[in-house]
């Protein structure tokens, strides 16, 4: 496994519970953190608590695309060409599809789906230069087996595995590995504004999710993990 000291690391959605665990992992293991989140509050009041400068975070909404052209320029001020991008933002919106508005949907896409080819590409350019780099995306196990319920959400989750298939096949001649974890049920604020009936005793904790995200930032050189489930053990194995 590749060790995580002096690595490059830009992760966001990192003021999320998961993402909050992972920093703290990443520098526990030596790594340069750059972090972003859309609330500028949480996002300081991270960097304050973890004693990261101030200069190696950035609010940004992921969806716009002068807030992720800003993030690409002030990640290649502070840490230059990144090793390591890990995806962790995005919004969950899950309810019957005739009480779908067309808003929410366009939301779920525009967040998760185009938030994510933003952020990606944005850091291409410069991975393809050195001919190196590690992409973690996080569909989430609606990005592979969807419920009832999650027809925005897994539209969103559904087209990052596809898009991020596609960039497999473009990458082929460098070094650049693309992984997508896909997470079951964790207990975190995420179920908080969803109205389903839910046992979070029974989900997998914040801790451990981001546990698995940092083995998978030390994957070996000569290979790729480019898929992981990972699911409650009361649920059934896709």
């Given at each position: ?49 973890l ?26 001020a ?11 933002a ?16 366009h939301r ?51 087209g ?16 650049i ?62």
């Amino acid at each position: 496994m590749e060790k995580l000291s002096g690595k490059k690391v830009v992760v966001a959605g990192a003021t999320g519970g998961i993402g909050q665990q992972l920093v703290k992992l990443l520098l526990q293991g030596g790594a340069h953190v750059f972090i972003t989140g859309r609330n500028a509050q949480k996002l300081e009041a991270l960097v304050q608590s973890l004693g990261i400068p101030p200069s190696q975070s950035l609010a940004v909404d992921l969806s716009l695309e002068s807030d992720v052209a800003a993030l690409q320029q002030a990640v290649a001020a502070e840490l230059g060409t990144p090793d390591i991008l890990v995806n962790l933002a995005g919004i969950g919106i899950i309810k019957p599809f005739e009480l779908l508005s067309a808003e929410e949907f366009h939301r779920s896409l525009s967040t998760n789906l185009f938030g994510t080819f933003l952020f990606v590409r944005a850091f291409i350019p410069a991975m393809k230069e050195v001919k190196k780099g590690l992409i973690i995306n996080v569909p989430g196990v609606l990005g592979k087996v969807p419920m009832a319920g999650a027809a925005a959400y897994s539209a969103s989750k559904y087209g990052i595995v596809g898009m991020m298939q596609s960039l497999r096949e473009e990458l082929k001649r460098t070094e650049i590995r693309i992984t997508n974890l896909f997470l079951g049920g964790v207990d975190s604020p995420f179920w908080d504004t969803i109205d389903l009936k839910v046992q979070k005793e029974k989900m997998i904790r914040e801790e451990e999710a981001a546990r698995s995200i940092w083995f998978l930032c030390q994957q070996p050189a000569s290979g790729v993990v480019s898929e992981m489930v990972l699911q409650p053990f009361n649920h059934q194995a896709i």
